[in-house]
């Protein structure tokens, strides 16, 4: 500060100690903590609806800023807001940041989120299945699907995996185990595994087994659900690990069951089968579970919902850029592995490229509505509610020889019914797929979870398909 004189500057100095003392503290310069758990809800084709968890001040917060693709959008005192005016079927980068009376700001804490399809009619005749919103169609006809787990559909003598020796896939198997699974029920859907190691032999691919289940599920009016990779380790490969989702997908290869990194191996099985309409929906792993272990203990990697999305983003990206026919599922269980426990769920399936959540129901056979009030069917049908997408239970599987039914077959028909009309009678609720079908019967194999012909349990499935 220059002074004229030194009376000048003693004044000054007397002046700005009263200013101080009659306003108070100094000025407030903290920044409140940026917004978390921002996450995009109900949609329309033209707003998006986001909500988040609040911010924290050492003073208050005052409000939240919002911005749509880097323009700002308006201001709210609300933990919700709803960004409009948008295009329809367009993706959108949506922030949010939290302020305080002081005009101080926090980071923006951002996502990415797609309004709904302009179309709203069902879609032109194809023999693709495809949504709008939480409908599936089919040939312009709303479509909803009932079948089984049949996961070694593509096995054979020279690919079968060290812990089976069920050949599905050599001679008429594969055909009888379809003619019995449709005989009477209508079950029209199978899910199976899609996996590297069964088109890599010795080093070169062989399509020999996934052409053959995709002809013989043709031919007996089936679509099959192509499930690209196993988070265990049960058919061969390692247990995906953290480090497998944070980039060893890109770079790892588990020899001698696969050829090529799992990145590569997605670009390549869907370059191949893109035009197939007997897929229903590509998925990405089966049960995936960013866990430190496979002991399932709960031990989570910091952030799994977070890597899992990332993960999910690249992949699902890589599906949509080369297929514009069939329909993405993560193939998440959704019942509480790590990366989709609570609202990481609703995080990972709110990407564009998702189409279809999904859910594993071991619960209980008396927990009908499978419930649970954090990782339950009731909460994910809740959240794939809130972002206008389809829900289909992958599996679901009622122990035969367990409580209450204790080997009694018609028992258990009894609680398969009781589920599959909680399901149902859920919104958005797709498709249906017990595990699993085995065409040699429920007593010649040690799974208590297995169907076979003549099951009591096989004739309550019909009545739920559609078309």
């Known amino acids: 500060m220059r002074c004229l004189t030194a009376a000048v500057c003693a004044s000054l100095a007397l002046l700005f100690v009263l ?8 000025r407030d310069r903290r920044p409140p903590s940026p917004p978390q758990n921002l996450l995009a809800g ?10 988040w968890t609040p911010s924290t001040d050492n003073v208050a917060v005052a409000g939240y800023a919002v911005s749509a693709d880097g323009a700002a959008h308006g201001t709210t005192s609300s933990t919700t807001d709803r960004v409009d005016a948008l295009a329809c079927g367009s993706t959108h980068s949506i922030g949010v940041t939290a302020f305080d009376a002081a005009g101080n700001r926090s980071a923006a804490t951002t996502i990415t989120a797609q309004t709904d399809p302009c179309a709203v009619s069902p879609p032109a005749t194809t023999d693709f299945v495809s949504r709008v919103g939480q409908q599936l169609y089919l040939n312009g006809t709303p479509y909803r699907f009932i079948g089984f787990n049949l996961w070694r559909a593509n096995v054979t003598s020279w690919n079968k995996p060290p812990n089976t020796g069920y050949l599905v896939n050599d001679g008429t198997t594969l055909a009888d185990s379809l003619s019995g699974m449709r005989a009477g029920t209508g079950t029209n859907v199978i899910r199976a595994w899609f996996f590297q190691q069964f088109a890599n032999r010795g080093g070169t691919w062989d399509w020999s087994a996934f052409d053959k289940t995709l002809q013989v599920a043709r031919a007996y009016g089936f679509k099959v659900i192509a499930t690209l990779a ?24 588990a020899a001698p069951y696969e050829r090529v990194p799992y990145r590569q191996w997605v670009q390549t099985v869907v370059q191949r089968y893109a035009s197939d309409p007997t897929i229903l929906a590509w998925e990405l792993v089966n049960e995936p579970d960013v866990a430190i272990s496979q002991q399932q203990d ?22 949509k850029n080369i297929d514009h026919n069939h329909l993405l599922s993560l193939g998440a269980a959704g019942n509480g ?24 129901d071991y619960y209980d056979a008396t927990n009908s509505s499978a419930y649970d009030a954090y990782n339950g069917l009731n909460v994910r049908v809740r959240q794939c509610g809130s972002l206008n997408k389809p829900l289909y239970i992958g599996e679901m599987g009622i122990h035969s020889g367990a409580p209450p039914c204790y080997g009694d077959l018609i028992c258990r028909r009894t609680y398969l019914s009781k589920k599959l009309s ?11 797929l017990p595990w699993q079908y085995d065409q040699r019967g429920a007593s010649a194999t040690s799974d208590d979870y297995v169907y076979g012909p003549g099951d009591p349990g096989l004739a309550v499935l019909g009545s739920y398909a559609l078309p």
Request: aromatic fraction near 12%.
């Open 19 to 26: 200013t101080s003392v009659a306003s108070g503290s100094p």
């Open 42 to 51: 109900a949609t329309t084709s033209g707003s998006i609806e986001v909500s």
């Open 230 to 253: 196993d988070q265990w380790s049960f058919e061969g490969p390692p247990f995906k690990d953290p480090a497998w989702y944070q980039g060893g997908y890109k770079t790892e290869v």
């Open 298 to 319: 709960g031990t989570c990697a910091a952030n799994a919902g977070t890597v899992l999305a990332s993960f999910v983003a690249d992949v699902g990206a890589v599906v």
């Open 337 to 360: 592995n790590c990366g989709t426990i609570e609202s990481d769920y609703q995080k990972v399936m709110a990407d564009p490229s998702v189409d279809l959540c999904s859910f594993h």
């Open 422 to 432: 909680a399901a149902f009678a859920s919104q958005g609720l797709v498709g249906y």
